[in-house]
């Protein structure tokens, strides 16, 4: 599977037949059915259900939703490296589904299945959360409303959400497509990286105001102008280190648009886990 720092200048498209499977998915077996991209935003969702009651007390009355969260992140990790869906039990006690969805190589996001459980019994972590028996008793109370599956059906529903996966691919109903204002922006960077040069600049010629670009490359593609900006620049310094291999850190600097040499080291040795003369000797090797 291709990293997804490879793809950032593509969106991810969906079909609206996705959409109506998801929504049937989710009517089928009343769970809560999230297409999240690969950055970890929702997308769609199924029949649009709302958390369940009990999700709600944990991450609104008990002011723990950073924590599922965080969970969820770290588990969408994980199903990358299992390349297959997987099924867990949330901080919360909760039983939930993670599975990557891959498009022609490409990771393209997840789709995630939760909000169950699979006893009638309260999880004792669940219940640790409580602050008082009032809340016990209303945690008690939501999580006997969650919906309930059996080891046996859990496995029927993997199985089944590998071939929804499966099927949305064959049918190409998700499928990329060139960011327009992506592509735009990595294209003023690349023309122009050895200059100086602005976000204002950038939002100006793009016909945006300086937030809404911020914003864009944020939400997005979680990185920011400054950030585009130096990796374009290191990058330029190995390019020309690579054709110059007797080129002084002065000079190298200067070529890929840093005007301070002294700055240059310093963001290289941190983004590179070496210092830039390191980096020529071990290329000239």
Not at 64 to 73: A, E, G, N, Y
Request: with cysteine; proline share 4%; charged share 25%.
């Amino acid at each position: 599977m291709e990293s997804m720092e490879n793809h950032n200048i593509q969106e991810l498209f969906l079909n609206d037949d996705v959409q109506k499977l998801l929504d049937n998915f989710a009517g089928m077996l009343d769970l809560r059915v999230t297409f999240f991209s690969r950055f970890g935003l929702p997308i769609r969702r199924g029949k649009e259900m709302p958390n369940t009651g009990f999700c709600n007390f944990i991450q609104q009355k008990l002011g723990l939703l950073d924590k599922c969260m965080d969970v969820d992140r770290i588990m969408r990790e994980k199903v990358i490296e299992h390349h297959a869906p997987i099924s867990y039990t949330c901080h919360a006690g909760l039983r939930e589904i993670v599975a990557p969805v891959v498009i022609g190589g490409r990771l393209a996001g997840f789709l995630m299945v939760g909000q169950f459980r699979s006893g009638d019994t309260i999880p004792a972590c669940a219940l640790a959360y409580c602050r008082s028996s009032e809340e016990r008793k209303l945690l008690e109370k939501s999580f006997a409303a969650l919906p309930m599956l059996s080891d046996e059906k859990l496995e029927a529903i993997i199985g089944t959400l590998q071939m929804l996966i499966d099927y949305i691919s064959a049918r190409e109903l998700a499928i990329f497509r060139p960011d327009p204002l992506k592509c735009a922006i990595d294209k003023y960077i690349e023309e122009n990286y050895a200059n100086d040069i602005y976000l204002a600049d950038l939002a100006a010629l793009l016909g945006k105001s300086i937030s809404a670009v911020a914003q864009f490359l944020r939400n997005k593609y979680h990185t920011c102008f400054k950030e585009l900006l130096i990796e374009r620049r290191l990058c330029a310094a190995e390019e020309y280190w690579k054709q110059h291999p007797n080129a002084s850190i002065r000079e190298c600097a200067a070529a890929a648009g840093f005007k301070d040499q002294f700055y240059f080291s310093r963001i290289f040795r941190k983004k590179r886990a070496m210092s830039p003369r390191e980096f020529r000797t071990r290329w000239n090797h």
